[in-house]
Nanobody, 124 residues
Framework: QVQLVESGGGLVQAGGSLRLSCAASGRTIGSYRMGWFRQAPGKEREFVAA???????YYSDSVQGRVTISRDNTKNTVYLQMNSLNPEDTAVYYC??????????????????WGQGTQVTVSS
């Protein structure tokens, strides 16, 4: 079992930045694919970014160029640096982990372990 705890969310003005952290416990995540998803009120959960165990990164079109996912396996932690935030980025952000291969990284069903989420609110 992998336990995930997100932190770093909060209220920020449009144009600002936040760095989210996802601390894992229970197992080392070095061999896991890690992802970030978000869910806005009344909307479905959507893919934001993912990073494979080999360091390959993927981003959704909506955040490409503004967001950077990274991992520090020595700290068992994954990060999501978000810049140039806008009100449309307001959502609960979730960290996810999985160690299967040959799955679609952008689907929430491709992740077995989830954190509780951290709220990000961007004011205009």
């Amino acid at each position: 079992q992998v336990q995930l705890v997100e932190s770093g969310g909060g209220l920020v003005q449009a144009g600002g930045s936040l760095r989210l952290s996802c601390a894992a416990s229970g197992r080392t995540i070095g061999s896991y694919r890690m992802g970030w998803f978000r869910q806005a009120p009344g909307k479905e959960r959507e893919f934001v970014a993912a990073i494979r165990s080999d360091g390959m990164k993927y981003y959704s079109d909506s955040v490409q160029g503004r967001v950077t996912i990274s991992r520090d396996n020595t700290k068992n932690t994954v990060y999501l640096q978000m810049n140039s935030l806008n009100p449309e980025d307001t959502a609960v952000y979730y960290c996810a982990a999985d160690n299967r291969v040959f799955v679609t990284y952008s689907r929430s069903s491709s992740y077995d372990y989830w954190g509780q989420g951290t709220q990000v609110t961007v004011s205009s």
